[in-house]
């Protein structure tokens, strides 16, 4: 069994895996199952008032699980696959815990082969929150998970381009997740709540859309 296969089913059983995005390392697990969404918190030690997105491999299949407006579809169509979390109503099947009880929920596509292979294999929607104990730095390589994260763990995905990162990280930036954190929009509010990858292209989308 590949190690995507096993990855899809620890989700499939409630567990974590820890996967590669285009920003850093994140923390999977059924992201529609309360239990497995309340490991996300309790491993993190995550604020249960902070809400947690989710992944998806495409717009449409993230479609099936929000009610987006014509222009949150627009924006979505020109943004995903990449580097940003779209805040949009969530339907019936997301539960309350994911969302801290609002109504929004954020949607991300990563850019990313691996981690869209995961969702896809997967199955059902995966957290998409970074795989780091709430208040330190996010992973970048896998040398950078914290010894909780990486204990509590069922499966540990390895990005190809990070095999050999340790012994070139004193040389270069290679074989590291890009490590800047997705950006967090609400298009039907204008609203940018947090600026990471692509915030000026964003910007200017939402000024001129």
Not at 142 to 167: H, K
Request: aromatic share 4%; charged share 30%.
């Amino acid at each position: 069994m590949s190690d995507l296969d096993r990855a899809a089913d620890a989700i499939d059983s409630g567990e974590l895996v820890v996967y590669p995005t285009e920003t850093v390392y994140g923390l999977a697990a059924a992201a529609l199952d309360p239990g497995a969404v309340e490991r996300v918190f309790e491993v993190k030690g995550r604020d249960r008032s902070k809400p947690v997105s989710f992944a998806v491999p495409s717009v449409p299949a993230a479609l099936e699980y929000v009610r987006a407006t014509d222009r949150e579809r627009r924006f979505m169509a020109t943004f995903l696959p990449g580097p940003v979390t779209v805040l949009c109503r969530r339907r019936d099947a997301v539960p309350d815990v994911l969302t801290a009880g609002r109504d929004r929920v954020g949607v991300r596509v990563p850019d990313n082969d691996l981690a869209l292979a995961l969702c896809e294999r997967a199955g059902t929607p995966i957290t998409a929150t970074s795989a780091n104990v709430s208040g330190r730095a996010s992973a970048r390589t896998l040398a950078d998970l914290d010894p909780e994260i990486r204990e509590a763990a069922a499966v540990v995905l390895e990005d190809v381009d990070d095999q050999d990162s340790s012994a070139r990280q004193t040389e270069s930036d290679e074989g590291e997740t890009d490590g800047t954190e997705s950006t967090v929009v609400d298009v039907s509010s204008e609203t940018i709540h947090r600026r990471g990858a692509q915030a000026d292209e964003i910007e200017a989308w939402l000024e001129g859309s």
